[in-house]
């Protein structure tokens, strides 16, 4: 996954990706740690954070992204034909 997350988003008016850990391996789970190393690659206008374990909730003012929650909605510009 590492080796891919560079272009995960070109063009995307939005990327959510999981951020479960901030930098502990957990098998089948995207890490914080990732997202940073590629931040100026992903490409995307705007990344939401979702899946954030407990302690990354109690930091997510830290993380640097936006942060899913119960409910969210979000707004994407309308897409012309």
Same mark, same amino acid.
């Given at each position: 996954? %590492?080796? %891919?997350?560079? $272009?995960?988003? *070109?063009?995307?008016?939005?990327?959510?990706?999981? $951020?479960? #850990?901030?930098? @502990?391996? !957990? @098998?089948? /789970?995207?890490?914080?740690? !990732?997202?940073?190393? /590629?931040? $100026?690659? +992903?490409?995307? @206008? @705007?990344?939401? +954070? #979702? /899946?954030?374990?407990?302690?990354?909730?109690?930091?997510? %003012?830290?993380? $640097?992204?936006? #942060?899913?929650?119960?409910?969210?909605?979000? %707004?994407? *510009?309308?897409?012309? *034909?």
């Amino acid at each position: 996954m %590492d080796r %891919d997350a560079g $272009g995960a988003g *070109p063009g995307a008016d939005l990327l959510i990706a999981e $951020g479960y #850990t901030d930098q @502990r391996k !957990i @098998r089948f /789970h995207l890490d914080v740690a !990732i997202l940073r190393r /590629h931040a $100026g690659r +992903l490409g995307a @206008r @705007r990344v939401i +954070l #979702t /899946h954030l374990s407990a302690e990354l909730l109690a930091r997510a %003012d830290e993380l $640097g992204w936006e #942060t899913a929650s119960d409910g969210m909605t979000v %707004d994407l *510009p309308a897409v012309r *034909p």
